[in-house]
């Protein structure tokens, strides 16, 4: 659009708030704006149905009440704009940064905007754009009393965000980020929070009926404060994200790997046992003959790891990368390897060499495991210590598979 253009019509639509003469109500629909400087633009009210406003900045923008149906704001800047009661349904948020914005009573729920071109009806065209981030950012931004029932908000961040009463039923968090946030009084019935961050959220009186809280961190949550009668927290962690909690491991890493190199000498070994280091990254750590049993290690990074000796009985690997580490000797016996990856790592028998001078074989041991699209594509191995049957819902070549059957 023409800067002339666009400035003659935010005129004249200032005078239409105003109701003064030559006032006329702002319509921008299907209109593309890429690139635009409108820091403090009022569009109060407009009607901006399916605008393309793209990686542009509208800082402290006056946006309430305006018509955003189907449109792509792609890459735009909304920092503490005020967004109250605007039409979101369907619209493109990729990349769009509402932070500290007002967002109280908006309406974020599906919608798709249908368009006549040469006598037929399509949906309008959506321009794509290269934006600085893919995730939407709403940190601290004020969403009270918002409609989101079915929206698809993946990966998104909402840090700090305020949610009050706001209609999250039925809508997509997977991967989001909630730390902090105001739930209380929440509809959060069957919304999916799959692997998303809810760590210290506030969240009484928010009902949890049907939620799917898969992988995702309720650190700090008082969960019972909200209203449920159907809730599985089975597959939820709790993993304390706090800068103590990441140095207190790190310290405990750092002493394990000097006692290793000095052979017990100095540092100590690492007990994680019975800890929840789900998600935690151990990615070339030397973590030789450390104690992770009954420890929850959902989607932590082990990779390129050395992990021999290791004991990892009874420990909840689901998710867990393990690709190219060194598990020589390692325990695995009744842990859950559930989507855990194995691709590339060294599964071979390790030797010890004790004081008498005599030799101790350490195959790795995979007794009683569960398994479940685990994936042991390209390891090394040369014994196993199984319960003698090739299982059920493993990737592998049949050297591999031929291993369990072989060694009982």
């Given at each position: 659009m023409d800067?002339d253009?666009l400035r003659?019509?935010?005129?004249?639509?200032?005078?239409?708030l105003?109701?003064?003469r030559?006032g006329?109500?702002?319509d921008l629909s299907?209109?593309?704006l890429e690139?635009?400087g409108?820091?403090?633009?009022?569009?109060?009210?407009?009607?901006?149905t399916?605008?393309?406003?793209?990686?542009?900045?509208?800082?402290?923008?006056?946006l309430?009440?305006?018509?955003?149906?189907?449109?792509n704001?792609?890459?735009?800047i909304?920092?503490r704009?005020d967004c109250?009661?605007?039409?979101?349904?369907?619209?493109?948020l990729?990349g769009?940064?509402?932070s500290?914005?007002?967002?109280?009573?908006?309406?974020?729920r599906?919608?798709s905007?249908?368009?006549?071109?040469?006598?037929?009806?399509q949906?309008?065209?959506?321009?794509?754009?290269?934006?600085?981030?893919?995730?939407?950012?709403?940190?601290?931004a004020?969403?009270?009393?918002a409609?989101l029932?079915?929206s698809?908000?993946?990966?998104?961040?909402?840090?700090?965000?305020?949610l009050?009463n706001?209609?999250l039923s039925?809508?997509?968090?997977?991967?989001?980020?909630l730390?902090?946030?105001?739930?209380?009084g929440?509809?959060?019935?069957?919304?999916n929070?799959?692997?998303?961050?809810?760590?210290?959220?506030?969240?009484?009186?928010?009902?949890?009926?049907?939620?799917?809280?898969?992988?995702?961190?309720?650190?700090?949550?008082e969960?019972?404060?909200?209203?449920?009668?159907?809730?599985?927290?089975?597959e939820?962690?709790?993993?304390?994200?706090?800068?103590?909690?990441?140095?207190?491991?790190g310290d405990?890493?750092?002493?394990?790997?000097?006692?290793?190199?000095s052979s017990?000498?100095?540092?100590?070994?690492?007990?994680f046992?019975?800890?929840?280091?789900?998600?935690?990254d151990?990615?070339g750590?030397?973590?030789?003959?450390?104690l992770?049993?009954h420890?929850?290690?959902?989607?932590t990074?082990?990779?390129?790891?050395?992990?021999?000796l290791?004991?990892?009985?009874h420990?909840d690997l689901?998710?867990?990368?393990?690709?190219r580490?060194?598990?020589?000797?390692?325990?695995?016996?009744?842990?859950?390897?559930?989507?855990?990856n194995?691709?590339?790592a060294?599964?071979?028998?390790?030797?010890?060499?004790?004081?008498?001078g005599m030799?101790?074989?350490?195959?790795?041991?995979?007794?009683?495991?569960r398994?479940?699209?685990?994936?042991?594509?390209?390891?090394a191995?040369?014994r196993?210590k199984?319960?003698?049957?090739p299982?059920a819902?493993?990737?592998?070549e049949?050297?591999?598979?031929a291993?369990?059957?072989?060694?009982?």
């Amino acid at each position: 659009m023409d800067m002339d253009i666009l400035r003659a019509t935010l005129v004249a639509h200032r005078r239409w708030l105003r109701q003064e003469r030559g006032g006329k109500r702002g319509d921008l629909s299907l209109v593309v704006l890429e690139n635009f400087g409108l820091p403090g633009v009022v569009l109060t009210r407009a009607k901006l149905t399916g605008v393309q406003i793209l990686n542009s900045d509208l800082t402290e923008a006056k946006l309430d009440e305006v018509d955003f149906f189907a449109a792509n704001l792609a890459g735009s800047i909304l920092l503490r704009a005020d967004c109250r009661g605007s039409d979101f349904r369907g619209a493109h948020l990729q990349g769009t940064d509402f932070s500290e914005a007002v967002l109280s009573g908006a309406d974020f729920r599906d919608g798709s905007l249908m368009v006549n071109v040469g006598g037929h009806t399509q949906p309008a065209e959506r321009a794509v754009v290269a934006t600085s981030q893919d995730r939407t950012g709403m940190t601290r931004a004020n969403l009270e009393g918002a409609r989101l029932h079915a929206s698809v908000v993946r990966k998104a961040d909402l840090s700090g965000a305020i949610l009050r009463n706001a209609d999250l039923s039925q809508a997509d968090f997977t991967g989001s980020s909630l730390k902090d946030a105001d739930l209380r009084g929440a509809n959060m019935q069957g919304c999916n929070l799959s692997g998303a961050l809810l760590n210290r959220a506030a969240i009484e009186g928010a009902r949890l009926d049907g939620a799917i809280l898969k992988d995702a961190n309720i650190f700090g949550v008082e969960i019972e404060k909200a209203s449920y009668t159907n809730l599985d927290l089975s597959e939820a962690i709790a993993v304390d994200d706090s800068v103590e909690a990441a140095l207190k491991i790190g310290d405990l890493v750092l002493a394990h790997e000097q006692w290793v190199e000095s052979s017990g000498a100095i540092g100590a070994r690492a007990d994680f046992s019975a800890m929840d280091l789900s998600g935690v990254d151990f990615t070339g750590r030397n973590l030789s003959a450390a104690l992770f049993v009954h420890t929850r290690l959902r989607s932590t990074k082990f990779v390129k790891a050395i992990l021999d000796l290791t004991d990892f009985s009874h420990a909840d690997l689901t998710g867990a990368d393990m690709s190219r580490a060194d598990l020589r000797g390692a325990n695995l016996s009744e842990a859950i390897l559930r989507r855990t990856n194995f691709s590339g790592a060294d599964l071979k028998m390790q030797t010890a060499h004790l004081p008498n001078g005599m030799t101790r074989e350490f195959p790795v041991t995979l007794r009683g495991c569960r398994f479940g699209e685990t994936n042991f594509t390209g390891v090394a191995c040369d014994r196993l210590k199984t319960s003698g049957v090739p299982p059920a819902g493993i990737i592998a070549e049949e050297h591999f598979r031929a291993l369990f059957a072989a060694t009982a």
